[in-house]
């Protein structure tokens, strides 16, 4: 909460200035300096309050009006591996060819000095 204290005292803040003037013009005339301050402690107070409440229930019916498990489940059943394979193969094919063809040089270099040792050796 001590995190949003500052955007709620912003918001209170504007609401009180901008909105309240526009909404209860002839109240606000009559709200002086310190009423309007105390009505920003009580505003802010019963945000701190209430916004904790007001979250843990949105957040307990979250899941029934937003099926995220469901749309998670149906988006890895549509997701089709083979097309994702030959995508990859198409904008990966230059640094596949290349790691292959590095692999088959270091192979054969390999290869090559095992048999020119082999051969020294055997001599």
């Not at 909105?19 to 002086?32: A, C, D």
């Not at 309007?36 to 009580?42: D, G, M």
């Not at 890895?76 to 030959?86: A, G, P, R, V």
């Not at 290349?98 to 001599?123: E, M, N, P, R, V």
């Amino acid at each position: 909460m001590a995190l949003l204290h500052p955007e709620i005292e912003i918001q209170v803040d504007r609401f009180l200035k901008e909105k309240l003037s526009t909404v209860f013009p002839l109240l606000y005339k009559f709200m002086g300096e310190k009423t309007l301050l105390q009505f920003k402690e009580v505003f802010i107070a019963e945000t701190i309050h209430l916004l904790p409440v007001m979250l843990s229930k949105y957040a307990d019916e979250l899941p029934k009006v937003l099926p995220i498990e469901q749309w998670v489940t149906d988006s890895i059943l549509q997701f089709d591996l083979k097309k994702t394979e030959k995508l990859f193969y198409q904008k990966a094919q230059k640094w596949v060819r290349l790691y292959l063809l590095a692999g088959l040089l270091f192979g054969l270099s390999w290869g090559g000095l095992i048999l020119l040792l082999l051969h020294c050796l055997l001599k």
